[in-house]
């Protein structure tokens, strides 16, 4: 309701940020996202998620956002790590155990938890955040400092690269999510 009183107020259009990205990707060679482009643990879990019947059924009584969490735990056990290679301008880093990777242009991630709290849609600049594979009981941990005080940033198994422009190769196929889409 509160969307609806806003449009009929006609506010001023605002300028922010969406990300352009190219891919090998048969179906989807090019294209923008407004959130982020995500790759490992997040994409593999949408994956689950959107081809999962059970959601249908939940959706039809307004609770299929509970195969999320059904499915993040299935992830868990079932995604291995992967290589990847970030390069900028400026630099060019790999990571060998990486887990999760994603490039974004603002803070947040699915149900708004801040994956990057200093993401800004209006910087200009991408923000590709790298999170190495932790033990179970570290993965835990981590997740409960992110929805707590957003501290999961200062862990040793996160990484994060802000550019204008960033290239993002992983050394085999990998499940990727745009904006939530397989």
């Known amino acids: 309701m509160q969307l609806v009183s806003n449009l009929l107020q006609d506010p001023e259009p605002e300028r922010v940020d969406c990300g352009f990205f190219t891919s090998n990707i048969d179906k989807m060679p090019q294209g923008y996202f407004v959130n982020n482009f995500g790759i490992g643990f997040d994409a593999f879990v949408v994956h689950q998620s959107n081809n999962e019947k059970l959601k249908k059924k939940l959706n039809h009584i307004n609770f299929g956002n509970l195969i999320y969490g ?31 990777v994603t490039t974004t242009n603002h803070p947040y991630f699915g149900g708004e938890i801040a994956i990057l709290p200093k993401a800004n849609i ?56 745009i904006d939530g889409e397989d």
């Open 70 to 100: 059904l499915n993040i735990i299935k992830t868990l056990a079932k995604q291995d790590t992967f290589t990847v290679t970030i390069k900028t301008a400026n630099e060019t880093v790999r990571y060998g155990n990486a887990y999760f």
């Open 122 to 177: 209006y910087s200009h600049q991408l923000d590709t955040v790298i999170v190495e594979k932790p033990s179970l009981f570290k993965f835990i941990h981590l997740f409960g400092k992110l929805l707590k005080d957003g501290s999961h940033v200062n862990a040793p198994q996160f990484h994060c690269i802000e550019a204008k422009e960033i290239q993002v190769t992983t050394q085999k196929p990998e499940f990727a999510q």
